[in-house]
């Protein structure tokens, strides 16, 4: 049977300022590099077929983290695995756009990705994925917001993919023409670990 196990990127600066990342290319900070090593460590106690990982920034450093302690490289890049596009609002906080379009800003076209689109790319990848690598263990770093999106139209669920947390593991097992949770936002990982302030 399939497997697919997600793993979303390491923390970043942007995300504890709330800043809207889309496809920029910013960093893991301090914290977000510990986590990665600690998601490293404990994804380095199973053997993994296949490894793929977003072309982003953030998400390829935590890939690369992984990789180092798994000692598999990651076998290709995949920019269907890219944050939901934020268009114009790329890189601001909150308080930086209603300074610059108003506080009804959402009410104007920022060339922001659909969530229809962002499922979409998420069902291909997953289609394909399953197609292509069948009976493997397929490991996968990926983005939270797209993530989320994705697991919600994969499992025909809306209240699943919610606020899934930095480095958080989460496997989906294909039964058939269903899938099913393995694992869901589990970061035991960090709840085991002090990581530095």
Request: glycine fraction near 6%.
């Amino acid at each position: 049977m399939t497997t697919i196990t997600f793993v979303r990127h390491g923390i970043t600066d942007h995300n504890i300022e709330k800043r809207a990342q889309g496809h920029t290319q910013n960093p893991l900070n301090e914290t977000g590099r510990a986590q990665a090593a600690l998601v490293a460590k404990r994804l380095s106690e199973e053997p993994w077929d296949v490894f793929i990982s977003s072309d982003l920034k953030r998400a390829q450093e935590t890939a690369e983290i992984i990789s180092a302690a798994i000692g598999k490289p990651i076998d290709f890049f995949d920019e269907r695995l890219r944050e939901m596009d934020r268009g114009k609002i790329a890189d601001t906080i909150e308080s930086e756009r209603i300074e610059r379009w108003g506080k009804d800003w959402r009410l104007l076209d920022m060339g922001q990705e659909t969530h229809e689109s962002m499922r979409e790319r998420g069902m291909r990848f997953i289609k394909d994925t399953a197609s292509m690598f069948a009976g493997k263990k397929v490991l996968v770093v990926t983005h939270g917001y797209f993530l989320g999106q994705t697991l919600k139209e994969l499992m025909q669920d809306e209240s699943t993919g919610n606020e899934l947390s930095n480095t958080s593991v989460t496997t989906v097992l294909q039964n058939g023409d269903k899938w099913e949770y393995v694992l869901y936002d589990c970061v035991k990982h960090l709840e085991e670990n002090i990581l530095p302030k």
